[in-house]
């Protein structure tokens, strides 16, 4: 075909697509889009091969195949030959004709023998085979292809394939992310975006050896449902319902990738952002779109799982109707399965039983049983009376030894949870934009109550505590109930979450003292991890503020299961080893104190003279003068006595400054041992930005001489991995120029911000509010600081704190995700606490600082 042609079919194909999508009418309709963008394509490809001789056949793939195209959606198609053999000039030619004409396929070459080859060796690639649709070629060809497609499949080929699905399904959700909840999902491949779908189809397809494909102008999705709704498998609620949610997603997918400009399939908070505000028209729209967003998720990934076990019913060998086991006139059990006798209506109660059976025996329900209740739950959110029968039920499934968790999500998928504690529904989908949690609060609840339930095997001081606890279901309940209060507000949830918990748990028939306990670990779920992360748990008034709160051990053991159950549900990087141990000890020190009846000061002194006396250090030693030196006990946990030793040599070896890099918990910690002076932290903290790294958390000991040991843990900022130890040298060599005040840091802090400015916006995402605030002390004021995170951060916020004559004295430095909580024990130029008259202009001044950065 002459070249001046293929550049005509070019700019009338572009033209042609950006009329498409310059439509507002037409994109807010995913279908009506995806269908004109299908149709558009599949005409220009016939009009760019009019002239080439097609003995061959040319079908589309993929979501080309589906009619279900995003504007920059990979344009999937197969070349069909009986044998390539012969025909590579035809395929070159056919395919360079396409991308000069503007259609960039991603074309795959197919002969007949390939049917039997990939059946057996490529799960992917077989799957393409009964998902085509044909564009153009021989259409003799076409017919005999699909024929031995399905010709070639046998009972026990299939049966293989669908247990590969599943396989292929799981490792998918494994990687993109097995829960419908996800925050920033893939609206393709996490649980309950699009391919939660197009699986099911496949395994429809390969189970009845048809193809789904249309040649209608509809979605290959609508076909499918409206099969599904004629066999019966779906009522027109359901189908509606599922249909709704596939095209609310697919037109989220239509839009990232219309809003980028280019193929884009994750939706992150920017995108979540602009497409709320242009979908639902009020710059106030996102919680409440994205509410609609995860309950299309969660309807999608319900039937996907639905349907994969009704798929797993059908294919795996049945069981004798003898063995059924009739657990109530309601409800029989075959093997692992549960199911209703009848077709009639389920009662609430009816419903939360067969929950209590499926949790007491880890059974599942079938198919059939699934649609009933989810087709009750609708009528039971309009009912307002209360049936005390089925509190009954409920109370029984939380105390049971195992499955807890479990069986709340699936209530939670079904719509069951939210039906029986109302209060509980405005969390389904809820989440805090910008903050970092992985999850919505719903999920996050339920994924706190599975952690905290795998501690039943854990062999960890944790576990052991866990299996001591005797009524569990206080501990789930706290669980169920501590964020509860989130979608009225964030700010003080923990407080208005302990009265609802009080208020429904009075409605189930609790006791006064069941209530009043769970109402203290609502209250206080957030105090353990804000003692333990935020301030100095060395601090006599510290420790005993925090043991002030307890009425018994039993609440102590509680709170710390919920803090750890709480923390390790955020996100699966949240959880850490560093964490874990500060917990602990925070735990260990507060035990030790109620059981023995002695206060901070008498604690920590004995502890001290526990280490001082004990057989770790020898008698009279350099080593044992040290550490009587230093006030903070923590700087025992935080060195191994080898270390310590080490510390003493250097010391006494009179080096100005000795450096020392280790690789701990995933993070390089790094340790300078100096003579302090004004603004060292800040010095320290600058010389480290400007090597690139990330301080992800400091501690500062000082001993009685005025030598201080800084111990820091960093990471690259670019890759959030430890050091590189050819890089320890230039480290090693700023920091000692940085205590001995020879470094230019200013200069050099300047000269390194462009780079960071250019790569920031692609490692800090989110926009945390700014927020200082002050806490009075014994014997300091301690400044809260939460903000963005940023690189050098906390180099201009001690360097601030300095020219504002403050000392530091203390510092924990939390990263939380993207945003940092940064705690400072200061004093002022009097070595006195901050007049509150002053905290206006601190908070002025830090402010300032940050937004600078920012």
Same mark, same amino acid.
């Given at each position: 075909?002459p070249m ?9 194909f ?16 995913a ?9 558009l394509?599949?005409?220009y ?15 589309? /793939?993929?979501s080309?195949s ?26 070159? @030619? ?6 000069n004409?503007?259609?960039?396929v ?5 002969e ?6 990939f ?7 077989? /799957? ?13 060809v ?14 026990e ?8 699905f599943f ?16 925050l920033?999902?893939n609206?393709k491949?996490s ?5 939660d779908l197009?699986g099911v ?5 390969l189970?009845?050896n048809?193809?789904l494909?249309?040649?209608?102008e ?16 779906l009522?027109?609620?359901?189908s ?26 994750r939706?992150?908070f920017s ?14 729209a996102?919680i409440?779109?994205?509410?609609l967003y ?10 996907f799982?639905t349907?994969? $076990?009704?798929?797993?019913e059908e ?12 657990l109530?006139?309601?409800f ?12 009639r ?5 009816d ?8 949790a007491?025996s ?9 649609a009933?209740?989810?087709d ?7 009912e307002e009376?209360?049936e ?11 105390k ?5 968790? $479990?069986?709340?999500s699936v ?5 069951v ?10 969390m389904?989908g809820?989440?805090q934009?910008?903050v ?13 109550i ?8 854990d062999e960890s001081?944790?576990?052991?505590i ?6 569990k ?5 706290a669980?169920?109930f501590?964020?509860i209060?989130?979608p009225?507000s ?7 979450g ?7 748990m ?9 209530i009043e ?14 003692v333990a992360f ?11 503020n925090f ?8 609440a102590?053991?509680?709170l ?8 390790s ?13 500060l917990?602990y000890?925070?735990y260990?020190k507060?035990?030790s104190m ?24 020898p ?16 700087y ?11 510390h003493?040599? @250097? ?8 450096v ?5 918990m995933?993070? /390089?910690?790094?340790?300078?041992i100096? $003579? ?9 903290c600058?010389a ?17 001489d005025?030598?201080?040991?800084d111990?820091?843990?960093?990471t690259?900022?670019? /890759? ?23 470094l230019?840091?200013?200069r050099?802090?300047k000269?390194v911000?462009s780079?960071?400015?250019?790569l920031?916006n692609?490692?800090f995402?989110?926009k945390?509010?700014?927020k ?8 300091y ?5 939460y903000?963005?995170d ?6 201009q916020?001690?360097?601030k ?6 000392s530091?004295?203390?510092?924990k ?20 606490k901050?007049s509150?008259?002053?905290f206006a ?6 402010t300032?600082?940050?937004?600078e950065?920012?």
């Open positions: 075909m001046q042609d293929n550049e005509e079919i070019k700019k009338q572009a033209t042609a697509k950006e009329r498409l999508l310059s439509d507002t009418d037409l994109i807010r309709d279908f009506k889009l995806s269908i004109q963008y299908s149709l394509v599949e005409e490809i016939h009009r760019a091969l009019a002239g080439i001789r097609k003995n061959f056949v040319i079908a589309s /793939t993929g080309f589906r009619r279900e195209l995003s504007p920059f959606s990979d344009i999937d198609v197969m070349f069909i030959f009986e044998k390539v053999e012969g025909h590579e000039d035809i395929i070159k @030619e056919s395919v360079t004709t396409l991308w004409s503007g259609i960039e991603s074309h795959t070459v197919r007949f023998s390939d049917i039997r080859r059946l057996t060796e490529d799960l992917h690639s077989y /799957t393409q085979f009964f998902e085509t649709r044909f564009i153009l070629g021989d259409e003799k076409y017919m005999t292809w699909n024929e031995k497609v399905f010709s070639s499949l046998n009972e080929n299939k049966r293989k394939l669908i247990y590969e396989e292929d399904n799981s490792q998918r959700l494994q990687k993109y992310g097995k829960s419908p909840k996800v920033e999902p609206v491949f649980a309950g975006g699009l391919r197009h189809e496949w395994m429809y397809s189970k009845n048809i193809l494909t249309d040649q209608r509809i979605t290959q999705t609508e076909s499918f449902l409206r099969r599904l709704r004629k066999e019966g498998v009522n027109a609620v359901a509606a319902r599922l249909l709704q949610s596939y095209k609310f997603i697919l037109n989220v997918r239509n839009m990232l990738h219309i809003l980028n400009n280019r193929k884009v399939d939706f992150e995108d979540q952002e602009k497409l709320a505000i242009r979908l639902l028209g009020r710059e106030d996102l409440d779109y994205m509410k995860f309950d299309a998720t969660n309807i999608i990934h319900r039937f799982t349907m994969t $076990k009704l798929f797993d294919i795996s060998n049945p069981i004798s109707e003898f063995l059924n086991i009739e109530d006139e309601v029989i059990q075959k093997g692992n399965v549960i199911s209703a006798s009848s077709e209506e389920l009662s609430l109660a419903i939360l039983r067969a929950f209590y059976y499926r007491k880890d059974a599942r329900f079938d198919q059939q049983l699934r009933q209740i989810t009750s739950v609708f009528d039971f959110e309009e009376f209360y005390t029968s089925s509190s009954v039920f409920f109370r029984e499934l939380l049971l030894p195992k499955n807890v968790g $479990k069986t709340l209530m939670n998928e079904l719509g949870l939210g039906a029986y504690l109302p209060e509980f529904k405005d389904v809820f989440f934009p910008g970092y949690h992985c999850y919505t609060a719903d999920e996050h609840t339920l994924i706190a599975q952690n905290v339930e795998e501690l039943e095997n001081q944790m576990g052991q866990f299996r001591s606890i005797p009524d279901d206080i501990l789930y309940l669980l169920l501590h964020d209060a989130k009225i964030v700010s003080g949830h923990e407080i208005i302990g009265e609802i918990a009080s208020t429904v009075d409605r189930l028939g609790y006791t006064e003292h069941e306990l769970v109402k203290f670990l609502v209250h206080h779920h957030l105090t353990m991890e804000q935020r301030r100095n748990i060395n601090d006599p008034s510290t420790l005993n043991s002030s709160i307890f009425h018994s051990i039993e102590l053991d509680l710390y299961l919920v803090t750890y159950a709480d923390l549900a955020v996100s699966p990087v949240i959880w850490t080893n560093w964490k874990s141990d917990l000890q925070l260990f507060t035990k109620l059981e023995d009846k002695v206060s901070g000061e008498e604690l920590l002194y004995s502890d001290v003279m526990k280490a001082i006396n004990g057989d770790a250090f008698k009279n030693s350099a080593v044992k003068s040290h550490v009587e030196s230093i006030s903070d006990l923590s025992l946990h935080h060195f191994s006595h080898e270390e310590i030793s080490e003493v040599k @250097e010391i006494e070896s009179d080096a100005s400054v000795s020392f890099f280790k690789e701990e995933g993070f /390089t910690n790094i340790s300078i100096t $003579k302090d002076s004004p603004s060292l932290l800040s010095r320290l600058g480290l930005s400007i090597n690139d790294l990330n301080i992800h958390d400091a501690k500062i000991f000082t001993r009685k005025g030598i201080v040991i111990s820091f843990n960093v690259d900022y670019r /890759t959030h991995e430890t050091i590189d130890e050819e890089r320890y040298q230039k480290i090693e060599t700023d920091l000692i120029l940085a205590a001995e005040n020879q230019a840091i200013g050099e802090f000269r911000q780079k960071w400015r250019r920031e692609k490692i995402k989110r945390e509010k700014l200082i605030e002050f806490e009075d002390h014994d014997k004021t301690i400044i809260d600081v903000s963005p940023r690189v050098g951060l906390l180099y916020i001690t360097k704190m300095y020219e504002l004559g403050l530091i004295f203390f510092a430095i939390a990263t939380k995700s993207d945003d940092v909580v940064d705690a400072f024990y200061v004093l002022d130029r009097k070595g006195k901050i509150e008259n002053e202009l601190v908070s002025h001044e830090l300032q600082t940050i937004e950065m920012l």
